[in-house]
């Protein structure tokens, strides 16, 4: 299994706080992804980095931001939490081969904003 | 964007049957993957397959890119094969690995 872990794992907060959501990998890899599950929807994009300090948007971004100061960690921030945002919430990591990106998922975290 | 369609979007087998889902996409694709996420809601990869066949133990994976479509096939299946699978393309080669889902199979394998 790809080493990657994500904290908390369970999370409830009330509308209008700030929540930090962190991805930590031991496997080096450079690409990094934050994506959002809720039913009917599937997963979907928040942001993405394709290295330290070099990130851009994804398909839901609004309402979220991220950092990635160093290879292994990969910070998402709802800035001011809204219920729209209860979902979990799912790392992924890529290490490119031949050309493409097979992805490696993290357990997820649950988030509910009440 | 692209459009990923799966299909069936629910599917309720008896142990030991074998069945196959689909996933359609509307434009050409970088790389396909099949993934799994089990009741416990743990998304495991199956395949990486933007094209061709491939088989691991009792699932197996076709892609037809110049089709627009890839199979997963289950067969024997086993009460631990429930949960819900997904579908996942990349569009391009300089889009940095980001994947687009379809919304899943829901199976569910019944004793």
């Known amino acids: 299994d790809a080493g990657i872990t994500q904290s908390p794992r369970h999370k409830v907060t009330e509308t209008g706080t700030p929540v930090t959501l962190r991805c930590h990998q031991t496997?080096?890899?450079?690409?990094m992804y934050w994506y959002r599950q809720d039913p009917g929807h599937g997963l979907r994009l928040i942001h993405y980095s394709y290295g330290v300090k070099d990130t851009d948007k994804g398909e839901v971004s609004d309402g979220y931001s991220v950092s990635r100061s160093k290879t292994e960690d990969f910070l998402l921030t709802l800035e001011s939490a809204t219920s729209s945002q209860t979902s979990v919430y799912f790392c992924?990591?890529?290490?490119?081969?031949?050309?493409?990106?097979?992805?490696?998922f993290g357990p997820g975290t649950r988030l509910t904003v009440t | 964007g692209i459009q990923v369609e799966q299909s069936p979007p629910d599917l309720i087998l008896q142990e030991g049957a074998n069945s196959t889902l689909r996933c359609n996409f509307s434009d050409s694709v970088n790389n396909l993957q099949w993934f799994h996420q089990n009741p416990w809601g743990q998304l495991i990869n199956l395949f990486y397959?933007?094209?061709g066949t491939k088989q691991n133990g009792r699932l197996s994976a076709t892609t037809v890119a110049t089709e627009r479509y890839s199979l997963l096939y289950i067969s024997s299946s086993q009460t631990t094969d429930s949960g819900v699978y997904f579908c996942?393309?990349?569009?391009?080669?300089?889009?940095?690995?980001?994947?687009?889902f379809g919304a899943g199979t829901q199976v569910v394998v019944t004793p």
């Open positions: 992924a990591i890529s290490g490119r081969l031949a050309g493409a990106y097979e992805q490696y």
């Open positions: 397959i933007p094209s």
């Open positions: 996942a393309v990349e569009l391009r080669a300089d889009s940095w690995g980001k994947l687009q």
């Open positions: 496997e080096n890899h450079r690409y």
